[in-house]
């Protein structure tokens, strides 16, 4: 069932949808006197099945249902949708409809007596019946037996049931415990408890309507109307014509409408009859409402309408007429009106083209006068009428029944005023007269004496003087504040911001100043401070204000070229003070039965006023209206439909996937007067946080695409001329949920996949630096190794060429067995160093063994100058030292401080542990010293000692490849000692190099 009803919903979704007010076809010239109806028709051509209608019933939410011969449609004001595409339902044609407001379901019986439910699904009920009657919760129905029932609407309770023994019966109508049964043979009342019968009327009637009062029901047939109470007494007998059946219908009435007291619409089979106080009013005597039939009436039970089904014109909306236009009968020349004056007596004085001056008096037009040029404007001023022409033909003042009594020729070639064309005549309190024109602004104690203004010239539209003495002017470029000097007025303020023309001017009691204009709106002066309406948002007033009339309840009449706008002085205010957010006006215009909506603005006296009734010039008549206070009714907005991504959704709560992001949501308020003037606002809250409304518009539909995820509210509400502060908001609920890209496992996911990119990245970079860096290492390395072993070959090649010069020594002072000796320690050296030279580093216990090689061959040469020792702490022999680094410095001391002495020399080398756990070598002799040694080589061509350089350079090598940070100091003794102290510090090192 729940699955069926989802289906029959989104059939109904998918009907037509339109997304403004459809304004239907407004007959406006119906020629019947007092008819309080506008009159639209909707056809096909606006969306319903069939121009056929044969029965309405209203909703719920104020829409109606509408039975045509080719299905049932519902219809809000905006739009007809169709209510079920089951194929059985546009076979029958039903007669009444009848909902059930507690199930919400549509019943129907039909032409031929059958019964069906029509929606939200199609079923056929039992029982069959021509007549019933829906009243409150209750269908009562008699079938072509007599017999008469009562139960519910789904016919599945029956209350009761009772035999009439009349046949045929079309109409029955419960009238207390009783009921109004009629046939072919007449009316007849049927009591409920003794089960009588009793004839009323020998006629037959087939129309009923329950009174204003439901006590009462009236019922129509071909001559009369008769209105009965619950007591069966005939409250009334209204018959047509002066007499009993001086007049009938040409058929039998169809449908009844009880208005009020004696006041009845009907429907036959030829027109729609309004009947009132016994006078019959053909609606076919208007040449634009002619044909068809008529078949049934119904009123709307808030709204006012009334809707009338036809078999040509389709469905027949009638609206209450606020106002009539008033204008002279076959006058087609009288096409524009213009300003209005009031007389003491309550006579309204106006003029129409060409130059027609007209008395409006117990709403009648009476010509007065025909003046040879056309009037420009008209005053009322100590009981005469001023009248202003177009042209240079100035100004005539008249007596009430215009006659002129004179003219002001002022206007002439003579004084060049040719063209002035008046516009305004004003006296004021001090008896100053001011008159506006085309050129200018002029004044003076007299018409015959009139000066202009200086600074105002162009175009003056209107003159108006405020309670505090202040002439205010309006034109064409803008308006103009004047101290009212009786002599000299003095303008002292102007407003030329406005840059559109100033047509007329209001005071409120609290002296602020409402000024309208031509094309810019509405203004407000407030303590020398300019608000613009019409510049702001949400502010639905005419661009063009012709006039600010204020009515009883507080409300001001504009007129403008749009129709007449009337909205709330005090929601104006509120909007200024900023405590509402819109200004929405009633309006009255074509769509509202008016034949024009464009008011003349005249320009001074461009309404009148007597006894609350306003009578306002328009281009075609008068019009007159005392402005209603409009009832106010459910505004509620409904959801019509939901499309997602184009496809029709239920209209409910919605969980939708992350690609169904393109939501199109349908609304309405049902409304059948334009006059109200409904507009809609909505917004899209998102994931709780609250945002804007949007513009005010006419259109039935919000469209959201790309949405986000997240969870959203979709608000929308109606808005209207009716003045409510609690505006109701409709909502609706839907989700769009995050996709598998958009979830936290997704973000995690990602969030994981980046760190271990990272991790790679890094892994992969700190490994290629390492690599790189340990390539640099190895270079570095090797670069050092090659400088290590470029610094030894420096330092061997010196090495063995003193040596070899030593042995060479030997041999040729022919001491050859002391050679042999030298050679052999020689050679044990060699091996020595060979096998250490491509060591960097060189246990000590190795490196003295070489030095004690290395001494004993020198001691050969100097065997009287050269004495050695050398010191080591065991502990210290198995620790490594760079390698030779003590030779150089021995060498050296050997070369240059003992091989210069005269005396023998003592050579001491020792090596110890210092205080940091480090290694001390002291080298020191006890030669010549540094000094004289220098004085010695100086002389010696070619001398390069490369000892000391050469010790250097392997310092920086150590400390360079292993940051081992060498000390070396080298010190000469001090006199009287002579000779010379070197100390090398090497600093505790933890690694293990190559020894």
Request: proline share 3%; hydrophobic share 35%.
């Amino acid at each position: 069932m729940k699955s069926k009803f989802i289906n029959t919903l989104l059939f109904v979704l998918t009907s037509i949808i339109c997304y403004g007010q459809s304004s239907g076809n407004v007959i406006i010239n119906n020629n019947i006197s007092d008819f309080p109806f506008a009159m639209t028709t909707f056809g096909t051509k606006y969306g319903l099945p069939q121009n056929q209608v044969f029965s309405i019933v209203e909703k719920d939410d104020q829409s109606i249902f509408v039975s045509t011969a080719n299905g049932v449609v519902s219809f809000n004001g905006y739009v007809f949708e169709k209510l079920s595409s089951h194929s059985d339902n546009k076979k029958f044609i039903y007669t009444n409809l009848h909902w059930d407001t507690e199930n919400q379901i549509l019943y129907g019986n039909t032409s031929n007596g059958q019964y069906h439910q029509i929606y939200p699904n199609f079923e056929v009920k039992k029982g069959g019946f021509y007549g019933s009657q829906h009243f409150r919760d209750t269908l009562f129905t008699i079938d072509a037996s007599g017999l008469i029932q009562a139960s519910n609407l789904s016919r599945k309770n029956v209350f009761f049931q009772m035999h009439t023994n009349l046949k045929g019966v079309r109409l029955i109508v419960r009238l207390g415990n009783s009921f109004l049964l009629s046939n072919e043979n007449g009316l007849f009342l049927f009591e409920k408890n003794n089960r009588e019968i009793k004839r009323l009327s020998s006629e037959m009637f087939e129309a009923y309507s329950l009174c204003p009062k439901e006590d009462r029901v009236a019922l129509a047939c071909k001559n009369h109307i008769l209105v009965l109470s619950e007591s069966k007494n005939i409250v009334k007998k209204i018959f047509f014509g002066d007499s009993e059946r001086t007049e009938t219908f040409p058929s039998t009435p169809k449908g009844l409408l009880h208005l009020k007291d004696s006041t009845f619409l009907i429907t036959t089979s030829d027109e729609i009859i309004y009947v009132n106080n016994g006078n019959i009013n053909k609606l076919s005597d208007a040449s634009s409402f002619t044909g068809g039939t008529y078949i049934t009436i119904y009123k709307h039970s808030s709204q006012n309408s009334i809707f009338i089904g036809s078999s040509i014109r389709g469905l027949v909306l009638f609206n209450p007429l606020s106002g009539r236009v008033l204008k002279r009968k076959n006058t087609i020349e009288e096409q524009s009106f213009g300003s209005m004056i009031k007389l003491p007596s309550g006579s309204i004085i106006t003029y129409s083209s060409r130059g027609r001056l007209l008395k409006i008096r117990n709403n009648r037009v009476e010509l007065i006068r025909t003046a040879r040029i056309p009037f420009s404007t008209l005053s009322y001023i100590d009981g005469f009428i001023y009248a202003g022409y177009w042209g240079n033909y100035g100004i005539q003042k008249m007596d009430t029944s215009g006659n002129v009594l004179k003219t002001y020729p002022q206007f002439d070639d003579r004084d060049n005023y040719r063209n002035y064309h008046i516009s305004s005549i004003h006296k004021d309190q001090k008896g100053m007269f001011w008159v506006g024109t085309f050129r200018g602004l002029l004044y003076g104690e007299t018409l015959d004496a009139l000066k202009p203004v200086k600074n105002i010239s162009g175009r003056v539209s209107s003159i108006f003087e405020s309670s505090s003495g202040h002439i205010f002017v309006g034109g064409e470029k803008g308006y103009f504040k004047l101290l009212n000097k009786k002599y000299e007025p003095r303008i002292i303020s102007n407003n030329q911001s406005i840059n559109y023309e100033v047509r007329t001017f209001y005071e409120d009691d609290e002296g602020k100043i409402w000024i309208g204009t031509y094309g810019a709106g509405l203004f407000c002066l407030k303590e020398n401070k300019l608000f613009s309406f019409n510049n702001n948002k949400d502010v639905l007033l005419s661009e063009d204000v012709f006039t600010l009339a204020l009515d009883k309840h507080h409300r001001f009449l504009c007129s403008s070229n749009d129709g007449l706008f009337i909205v709330e002085k005090e929601d104006l205010e509120n909007y200024m003070n900023g405590d509402t957010e819109h200004i929405v006006p009633i309006v009255f215009n074509s769509n509202s039965g008016i034949p024009t909506s464009e008011f003349n603005g005249g320009f001074l006296n461009s309404y009148a006023e007597s006894n609350g009734i306003f009578y306002f010039p328009t281009i075609d008549g008068v019009y007159v209206i005392e402005p209603p206070l409009l009832k106010n009714y459910n505004r509620n907005v409904n959801i019509s439909s939901v499309l997602v991504n184009d496809s029709l959704s239920p209209v409910n709560d919605l969980l939708l996937e992350r690609n169904q992001n393109n939501i199109e949501i349908a609304f309405f308020t049902p409304t059948f007067n334009p006059t109200r003037n409904v507009h809609y606002q909505y917004r899209l809250n998102i994931n709780g946080v609250q945002s804007e409304w949007s513009s005010l518009t006419k259109d039935l539909v919000a469209r959201f695409l790309l949405l986000p995820n997240g969870t959203f509210n979709f608000q929308v509400r109606s808005i209207d001329g009716i003045s409510s502060s609690d505006i109701a908001v409709t909502d609706f609920n839907f989700e769009i949920q995050k996709s598998f890209f958009e979830s936290w496992v997704f973000y995690i996911l990602i969030l994981f996949i980046i760190i271990i990119l990272i991790s790679i990245y890094l892994y992969i970079r700190t490994a290629a630096i390492r690599e790189k860096q340990e390539q640099e290492s190895n270079l570095n390395n090797y670069f050092l190794d090659l400088k290590m072993k470029a610094v030894q070959s420096k330092m061997n090649p010196h090495f063995l060429f003193n040596t070899l010069n030593n042995i060479n020594y030997l041999l040729a002072t022919e001491q050859y067995e002391e050679a042999e000796d030298h050679l052999q320690e020689f050679s044990i050296l060699v091996r020595e160093f060979l096998q250490n030279s491509e060591k960097s580093f060189i246990k000590i216990a190795n490196e003295i063994k070489m030095i004690k090689l290395y001494l004993s061959i020198e001691k050969r040469r100097f065997p009287k100058l050269l004495n050695f020792e050398i010191n080591v702490d065991d502990e210290l022999k198995e620790l490594v030292i760079p390698t030779l680094m003590i030779q150089p410095f021995a060498e050296n001391a050997i070369k240059h401080g003992i091989a210069h002495s005269d005396n023998p020399c003592m050579l001491s080398i020792s090596i110890q542990k210092t205080e940091d756990q480090g290694i001390e070598i002291i080298i020191e002799d006890d030669g010549i010293g540094r000094k004289r040694s220098m004085e010695i080589n100086k002389s010696r061509v070619g001398h390069n000692s490369m000892g000391i350089e050469i010790v250097k350079d392997k310092i920086k090598v150590v400390r360079n490849k292993y940051n081992i940070f060498i000390d070396l100091q080298t010190i000469d003794k001090e006199e009287p000692n002579t000779g010379t102290i070197v100390k090398i510090k090497i600093p505790k090192h933890d690694k293990v190099f190559d020894s």
